[in-house]
């Protein structure tokens, strides 16, 4: 019989693992809601129109990476390849519109279609924020600071690679340009780049050909087509990074190709996971929302790749903590379940050991790396008492094994 195993690009969180990806969230989460955001959960999946409208047509999730199927009442659904769209449907189809400024943050699984390797994913996790309704500059600071503060919880070093793409004056002037420039080369441009170039030329510049890449290297920058609006607005998203301590790359090649995304453009990238250096990332888009059927709003926001962060965490200690273990001996399992209560009450991570046979379960104690255990035997239950037993201490310590009252065991476990 052919084994089962997991599909393509998908993998299972146990042990280590899991753990780490707990404390990555607990750790995101708990610092978003220093700086105000709440937390939402959308569904895993949405009408399709909704990432195609949001992503757009040209960009490869839509075009080559999306999980889209019919379902049993005909309609087509996607599995979500990212989580600013669907957040921004939230807000429009629950009314939230009208009350802004509104902060959210998540984490959840996305789904795309593309070649598995290392820290990329079929299934991928991610954790994100957007912030709607504020248009000054300083906004996109503070969302920038929220990520510089969880990466340095997790003391991953990353390097902030900064952009503005402008506003729409500026981005209309610079289509022309890039128009113009590509142009000259169309047939030496990748396919899907030959398409980019009379749909959304800017997206060229974030083509991973390498030939594509060759030639957008002299393309025009958009730092020479921007209004002087927009040159204010970047500088005063500089000023505050520098106000924080927060260093920066400038990057003229960092780009958010489709036409509701305005001025600020960021990746937060590391070198110590090879190719996949962009850990995080994302941008200004103040047409977004109305461009998905809602008002005109100003929003900014990022994602922030789960599963990349975990590779950087993986030499860290992430072990099941070491729990106390209940040993009986005789029939006495239904008072060490009143006992586990009363200690999990207490908030003590406890475990019952279900083998009868001592020996067998000291071993077990000995294999879930108990801190230490406690016995209840036929003397115990006369006597209102627990032995307790210290694994970790040599034999002829004096505190190996002693017996306690009930009521004072807590104390003595709490003083570990």
């Not at 146990?14 to 939402?40: H, K, P, V």
């Not at 998540?106 to 248009?135: C, K, N, T």
């Not at 390498?210 to 002299?218: G, M």
């Not at 379940?337 to 077990?364: H, S, V």
Request: hydrophobic share 40%; glycine share 8%.
């Amino acid at each position: 019989m052919t084994k089962i195993q997991p599909v393509r690009g998908t993998r299972d969180f146990i042990g280590d693992f899991a753990r780490c990806i707990e404390f990555i969230q607990n750790t995101a989460f708990s610092n978003a809601r220093l700086f105000g955001f709440e937390r939402i959960d959308t569904p895993i999946f949405e009408s399709t129109g909704v990432f195609k409208r949001a992503v757009g047509d040209t960009s490869d999730i839509v075009g080559k990476e999306m999980y889209t199927f019919l379902d049993r009442g005909g309609e087509e659904i996607t599995l979500r390849p990212e989580g600013t769209a669907p957040v921004v449907r939230a807000l429009i189809s629950n009314g939230l519109t009208q009350q802004l400024p509104l902060k959210y943050c998540y984490y959840g699984p996305m789904f795309r279609y593309e070649r598995p390797q290392r820290g990329r994913y079929r299934q991928l996790h991610q954790f994100g924020v957007e912030y709607f309704g504020v248009d000054n500059p300083l906004a996109d600071v503070e969302v920038l600071a929220l990520a510089k503060q969880i990466l340095d919880s997790f003391e991953i070093s990353a390097n902030l690679h900064l952009n503005t793409i402008g506003d729409i004056e500026s981005r209309n002037s610079y289509r022309i340009a890039l128009v113009e420039y590509f142009s000259k080369y169309r047939n030496d441009l990748s396919s899907d780049s030959q398409q980019r170039l009379d749909k959304n030329p800017m997206r060229i510049l974030d083509s991973k050909d390498t030939n594509d890449q060759r030639i957008a290297a002299d393309a025009p920058k958009i730092s020479d087509y921007l209004t002087t609006f927009a040159q204010q607005f970047f500088e005063k998203v500089r000023n505050g990074l520098e106000v924080l301590n927060i260093t920066y790359t400038l990057d003229p090649t960092l780009v958010r190709g489709l036409d509701y995304y305005t001025h600020t453009a960021f990746e937060f990238k590391t070198t110590e996971l090879g190719a996949q250096d962009a850990i995080g990332g994302g941008g200004r888009y103040d047409g977004l929302v109305q461009h998905m059927g809602g008002p005109a709003i100003p929003a900014v926001g990022w994602g922030m790749g789960v599963d990349r962060i975990a590779l950087l965490l993986e030499n860290r200690n992430f072990k099941k903590p070491a729990p106390v273990a209940i040993i009986v001996i005789g029939d006495f399992f239904e008072q060490a379940l009143t006992l586990a209560k009363f200690l999990r009450e207490q908030k003590i991570i406890c475990e019952i050991i279900y083998k009868t046979n001592p020996g067998k379960a000291f071993k077990e104690a000995d294999k879930m790396n108990a801190s230490l255990v406690v016995i209840l035997g036929d003397d115990e239950i006369a006597t209102n008492t627990v032995k307790i037993k210290n694994l970790s201490l040599p034999m002829d310590h004096p505190d190996k094994e002693r017996s306690v009252n009930i009521t004072d065991l807590i104390g003595i476990l709490n003083a570990r």
